[in-house]
């Protein structure tokens, strides 16, 4: 099958060089996926697309109207013969049980080993928080406690890595600013600083920008700054 | 012109009927797939996180909002699922990391009337677009053969247009760069 046409995205650029770029990388093959995912996909597919058997049994029996008393004979059809008939789904019920406990146990050892009194021990619990802080506002803000006060730079800062996903939303955003305008350590400093060049929007890169200007920031940092935002603009 | 659309089958996926989700697939599994083997410049793991990113889509359906379009969110549950990916490699390794994949992806099929010349051109920057950090590689891919719009590429990087604009301004200056660093001349020359 032919590549599709690049897009119309408007581009501009006052660099012709870019235009020519942008035109070149239009003319890029691109790889074809193999049958092999085809088959995966329809396969999941159809396991996650198999009803309840209770929808199963009311098509059986021709119930599918709605209305309470449809639904509530399919409830005790349901009930009457769930114990026989559908070990599967009851399996399916602890399974999904198992995994909710499972979810809420790997939190909890995340949160502990934010709290542990051992660096290496914190540090390994950063690892494991970067995996699910972006679906966990708890996790996060344990995350955010340990980018501002940990003990050790080295968790300071890989929780400071870990949030960077985070830069963008609100709160979390603004609390990573300000642990940047209050760093004192060129080490922290120079995470945050990495994070905002990173992942920054316009106004985060005004602030660091701003930061840099009036000397908040140790000066060879403020050198990289100053040649990370010249190379962008470029 | 299509009969149905992304958002409206979406939605009854949401409500229930997960055949539709094959219409879905049928439409942009290609564009994901190649999204992720961009990203990820291994075939193999291209097509797990692809398989990933459909059944994500499922998990997911009843929380599409039609304030966007179906192909912004959906590439936007691509790129979380690639970031997934690309951090597990940043912590256990890659141990069949191919790296000089891109070039083997792309400049095998360069046509015939190509000049070497041309060719090996194309084929700095493929390496050029796979040196860069991925979220320049991403916004650039996605802006190149994915999004007509800025509005909709922002949904897509989950961020404002404005924010779009500049990243794609910055990754096309990272990426002249890095094409003339490895050329040895830039691109118009």
Known sequence: MPDKKPTSLPFDSDEPADHKLWSALGELSRGEPSDRLRRRFYSGLHEAGRRPWTQRLGQWLGLQAGGWVTAAACLLLGFGFAQVIDRPTAETLKLVAIEETMVRLQRELILDRLQDASASTRLKGVVDASEVVAHDPQVARALLDRAAQDASLSVRSAAIDALGSQLGSGEIGAELMRLLQGAQSPIVQLALVDLVLRNGDGEQIRQLQSLADSGALHPDLVRHVNNALRSQSI | ?189
């Open chain 2, 1 to 189: 012109m299509q009969a149905v659309s992304d958002e409206q089958l979406i939605q009854w996926v949401a409500n229930g009927d997960a055949s539709c989700l094959g219409t879905l697939f049928e439409r942009h599994h290609r564009a994901v797939y190649q999204f992720c083997l961009q990203m990820t410049r291994n075939p193999g793991y291209a097509e797990d996180v692809a398989q990933d990113v459909f059944l994500k889509v499922l998990k997911a359906a009843k929380g599409f909002r039609n304030d966007g379009t179906f192909k912004g969110w959906m590439f936007n549950i691509a790129r979380n699922a690639t970031y997934d990916y690309l951090r597990q490699v940043k912590r256990h390794g890659d141990p069949q990391s191919p790296d000089d994949y891109p070039e083997a992806l792309h400049v095998d099929e360069c046509t015939a009337e190509q000049s070497a010349e041309g060719q090996q051109r194309m084929s700095n920057l493929i390496r050029a677009l796979a040196s860069l950090p991925a979220h320049f590689q991403e916004v650039i891919w996605l802006g190149r053969f994915e999004f007509d719009s800025f509005e909709e590429l922002a949904q897509a990087l989950d961020c404002k247009q404005g924010t779009a604009r500049v990243r794609m301004h910055r990754a096309m200056k990272q990426l002249n760069l890095a094409f003339t660093d490895i050329n040895g001349a830039p691109f118009d020359a």
